[in-house]
């Protein structure tokens, strides 16, 4: 499952059986017809009661897979935040898999008392604190991004990047994998997209015109191959260099928004997969798997994982 590797950079290979099935009929399905399930150019759009749980796991089963978890956190509750985040992500996150969690923070960091699994690693890293004073997504994206070059690259077949700012509450499982995988917005998927936030300075590296968009996409949570990873990273770094050459400074989300504009994702994670606990559950949210949390709300998100 690893790719050929040639002077430190993955070379182009034939995709992974596990991501040719992120898209089969067998496994996922339409039976929703409240919401979205599949976008005009195709990619499946994972809701619950959209995909075959047994199947997959069959599937999934057979590939050998390895799925790395890459978590940030910064700032006075990062210690609090990883907690609370790598404690549900071991009940919650691709079990009964091979799972790497890597640890990106500014704080030294105790890993907390989790259960014992052969299946589960974790390496940590530390970002100076220097790095992060001017652009705290500009640091970790960077640091993301070395740390795929250097190795994640040869030691996980799919990666995930997440803020520690959330709590699993149910499986986020292998329905989830896919070559570049996005993150639809917990508010916006229900508004009319005439107004989602997209970046609209036309000098921006961000920019995407009036009329022109498909969703619009959470920076919580974004996934796919590791070669797909380091593409989406080198993308934004390069944009942010030439927004600051014109002295802007668009959004780490806008600029996400603009790449899976451009590349567009080969599956789409509904709203139950990183909902926001300042809203209240439309009845198409059937099954939350992951919740973002606040200071105001974060006694809330506790008692997910209580």
Known sequence: MRGVVKE??????????????????????????DVITRTNWRAPVVWEGTFNRDALGKY?????????????AAGRLAGEHLKL???????????????????????????????????????????EEEDLWHDHDVARMRSLGQHVLWHIQYEVDFLFS???SQVF????????????????????????????????????????????????????VVGGTPHEMLNLIQNYLS???????????????????????LNKPTKLLSPEYSWDLTFTPPAQIRYVKLVRHSQRNYDQAIEFID
């Open 8 to 33: 430190g950079v993955v070379l182009p290979r034939s995709r992974p059986q596990a991501a040719v099935g992120e898209s089969r009929s067998c496994l996922f399905h339409r039976n929703r017809p």
């Open 60 to 72: 999934y089963g057979r590939q050998n897979l390895t799925v790395g978890l890459a978590v940030f």
């Open 85 to 127: 985040f790598l404690t549900s992500a071991s009940k919650y996150f691709m079990t009964g898999y091979r799972v790497v969690v890597y640890v990106i923070a500014d704080v030294s960091f105790q890993l907390p008392d989790l259960e014992p699994s052969p299946l589960r690693t974790f390496q940590i890293f530390r970002v």
């Open 162 to 164: 997440m803020p520690a």
């Open 169 to 220: 509450q149910n499986d986020f499982g292998v329905e989830t994998l896919g070559t570049s995988v996005a993150q639809l917005h917990a508010w916006w998927y229900f508004q009319n997209t005439k107004n989602v936030p997209y970046e609209r300075r036309p000098k921006s590296a961000a920019y995407i015109p009036f009329g022109q968009g498909d969703f619009y996409y959470d920076g919580s």
């Open 239 to 261: 944009a942010t260099t030439q927004d600051i050459k014109h002295g802007l400074n668009s959004t780490y989300e806008r600029h996400l928004n603009k790449y899976f504009f």
